[in-house]
């Protein structure tokens, strides 16, 4: 029998109602609130004090919108509990924020429900659901919701969403114009009826892979659009629990023109814009296989412009670089379309000739490349007149490799050269043969002086009218243990062009100028060296500092020097020509030009330079025995020096009677086989001291 309790006391005291309760204790999951119709909190679960901070002790009695409900809803709370313990308007279940004991706020699920207790008075429960993870979820879920909608705004791309058939779902871009069509007419289509044919193609190809395979694939494509054409990159991904596939596409037309800007500076010169060396190389491997394939023919024309170095370096570089552009666009001018011209480097070009039928065929296109470069190039306000020597190798005939016919090409162009230039050349057996030659020596010249091969012979210079030894000419000789004796005519031309003449000319000077300081104390005689100074040495800085130094530690008077300079190295014309001549002027060498009369300007270089000898060359000297007109030129070259303060050297005397014919025209000097050969330095001693005896 229920304990009788007195009504009044109801809303003031904490009235268990015990099964109801025991539930709620048992869920610390769930808070829940019981409070009268005063709103006197009656219960307060562990849930409660879980969620809002207050202790079952601090909470029961008090007011429950002082407790929990926040001021600015506290009233519309009270007035609607109040209505639905007067009219039974029950508080519909919803999401509403609350407070902790600490003021912070608590989003909670709260539901309501009214029991009348045994007194009949009404009892309100609230039943709230903690929803702090929810709303972070929540939150989370739009700040992604946000972030990809601004990373969508901010990127460029194309974003299509479409289903495993490949239609278009959905799609989003920032950037309308790299639409190919208007949304409407792609919507709810397939993504292959809205592209051209070859790239709709490529989209069910790889949307099937991806949908098969689960990868992600990537291509790409390009597409004419109205602001030109446009280039892209696809990649496509599978959402297989979705069953949904995702394609995100990128202009990368800046991309692709960037690339082919690097592309074009790697396979293309920079000057002419014709194809590289690379290049070049690579497409004659493509003819060849495209040659043996189809039995064909191909040509390939070495050229190299003539005399280019002479124009760029008394001209200048910036003509020169004109002077290469004009000659590569006259090049293409006479080539097919589809032959090819390239520049291999510095004046040399390549061009190939594809599906050439005979040496006929190919003299065609030679005999035009020659003629059109016998037009005057006009630059800057100047003429100027270049020419082509061009050598010419045949697939298959000589050789079947890129590098073969390019080597055998090379050859025959030198072979052009040495028949005067401006003309063409057929590869040949013979020529490769000779061309192996120079390689060997040039490959063996490498470290000859360390392996002390060289060695100074001398030749005796007579004086005439005394008939006595009066100095000699240093020539250089040079044994190779594989290649035997080299002559001076095969590997100074090599050494000239390697620039391996310039240490190699310092160890002649060196070593002629210890002998003659030995060679002068010996005889106690003030003989004199004559001593060969090429092209290539004269452009080295260190020349004169080099001379003067070694006339000091060899303790030799320059007065007994004597440099032969050939009309090649003045042809050159630039300013440190002329400051080497003065230079050695100055130190008190003697200058000799050698060769006399075999160049064009040799009268005008006497007069414009301090020789002090001049050498009539054997050519001449052979033939006043026999030709009146090589006597008589030898007569006026002897007369014309003399009359100028120079003295005269013949050389390559050989007979009798070309030194008495010498000694009538009052010649000063005679050097040749007649008196001696070249002779090693103990040779020429005992040579002179013989001399001495007479």
């Known amino acids: 029998m229920d304990s009788p309790i007195d009504t009044t006391l109801l809303n003031h005291q904490f009235i268990v109602n015990d099964p109801l309760h025991y539930l709620f204790d048992a869920v610390k999951a769930i808070a829940v609130q019981g409070y009268d119709e005063e709103r006197c909190v009656i219960y307060w679960n562990k849930g409660s004090e879980l969620l809002y901070g207050y202790t079952s002790e601090e909470a029961l009695g008090q007011k429950l919108e002082d407790l929990i409900i926040p001021h600015d809803i506290r009233k519309p709370v009270v007035d609607e509990i109040t209505v639905w313990l007067q009219k039974g308007t029950e508080i519909p279940a919803s999401e509403i924020t609350l407070r902790h004991k600490n003021g912070k706020d608590v989003p909670v699920f709260s539901s309501h429900v009214i029991f009348t207790n045994k007194y009949k008075n009404k009892q309100l429960y609230c039943i709230d659901v903690d929803l702090a993870d929810v709303k972070a979820a929540q939150a989370l879920v739009i700040y992604k919701e946000r972030m990809l909608k601004a990373a969508f705004e901010t990127i460029p791309d194309l974003f299509f969403l479409m289903d495993e058939e490949g239609v278009i779902n959905y799609y989003h871009t920032s950037n309308k114009k790299n639409l190919y069509k208007l949304p409407k007419d792609f ?5 292959g009826d809205c592209l051209p044919t070859d790239i709709a193609d490529k989209f069910i190809k790889h949307i099937k892979k991806v949908v098969k395979q689960n990868t992600v694939e990537c291509f790409e494509y390009k597409l004419t659009m109205p602001q030109g054409l446009v280039y892209f990159e696809a990649r496509i991904s599978h959402l297989h629990e979705y069953k949904q596939v995702v394609v995100i596409i990128r202009d990368i037309t800046e991309q692709h023109k960037s690339a082919e800007i690097i592309k074009h500076h790697a396979y293309y010169d920079a000057l002419t814009l014709l194809p590289n060396r690379f290049l070049a190389l ?8 495209e040659a043996e394939r189809n039995n064909e023919k ?37 080539v097919r379309k589809e032959d090819t011209v390239g520049r291999l480097g510095g004046d040399e070009f390549i061009v190939l000739l594809k599906d050439v039928n005979d040496n006929l065929n190919v003299l065609t ?26 050598g010419i190798a045949l697939y298959p005939d000589n050789g079947t490799t890129s590098s073969e016919l390019l080597r055998n ?11 005067g230039r401006n003309t063409y050349s057929f590869f040949t057996k013979k020529m490769n043969k000779s061309m192996l030659r120079r390689l060997e020596i040039e490959e063996q010249m490498h470290g000859a002086l360390e392996r002390n091969e060289f060695e100074v012979h001398y030749q005796p210079k007579i004086d005439i009218k005394h008939n006595s030894l009066v100095g000699a000419e240093a020539l250089l000789r040079w044994h190779n243990p594989s290649l035997g004796n080299i002559t001076p005519d095969e590997f100074i031309p090599i050494a000239e062009h390697t620039g391996l003449i310039v240490p190699i000319g310092s160890f002649v000077i060196k070593q ?11 005889q106690q005689n003030p003989y004199t060296m004559a001593i060969n100074i090429s092209p290539r040495q004269f452009r080295d800085t260190e020349l004169l500092t080099f001379v003067e130094n070694t006339l000091t530690t060899e303790n030799v008077s320059a007065k007994s020097i004597e440099f032969e300079i050939t009309e090649g190295v003045l042809m050159n014309g630039q300013s440190y020509i002329q400051e080497a001549l003065i230079g050695l002027n100055k130190l008190g060498i003697k200058l000799s030009m050698d060769d006399f009369g075999t160049g064009y300007s040799s009268l005008s270089y006497l007069r414009r330079y301090p020789f002090d000898v001049l050498k009539i060359d054997r050519s001449f000297v052979k033939g006043i025995t026999i030709d009146k007109a090589d006597l008589d030129l030898v007569k006026a070259i002897i007369s014309m020096a003399h009359s100028l303060g120079i003295l005269v050297v013949a050389e390559g005397v050989e007979t009798k009677e070309q030194v008495i014919i010498l000694h009538e025209l009052n010649c000063d000097y005679l050097q040749g086989y007649y008196y001696n050969k070249p002779m090693t330095e103990p040779n020429l001693i005992a040579y002179s001291k013989k001399l001495l005896c007479f």
């Open 512 to 522: 002629a100028l210890n002998f003659l300081h030995r060679w002068q104390n010996i």
């Open 282 to 289: 690579d497409r004659l491997s493509q003819l060849l296989r």
């Open 365 to 390: 296109v030679v005999e035009n490349l020659l003629k059109c470069f016998r037009e005057p190039f006009s630059l800057d306000g100047r003429d100027l007149t270049l020419t082509l020597s061009l």
């Open 298 to 334: 191909i040509a390939i024309l070495f050229i190299d412009l003539d005399d280019f170095k002479k124009v760029n370096d008394t001209l200048g570089h910036e003509i020169g670089d004109k002077l290469l552009i004009e000659s590569a666009n006259r090049l293409n001018k006479v």
């Open 187 to 191: 919507i709810g289509k397939p993504m």
């Open 409 to 419: 090409a090379d050859i025959a162009m030198y072979q052009a050269k040495s028949l």
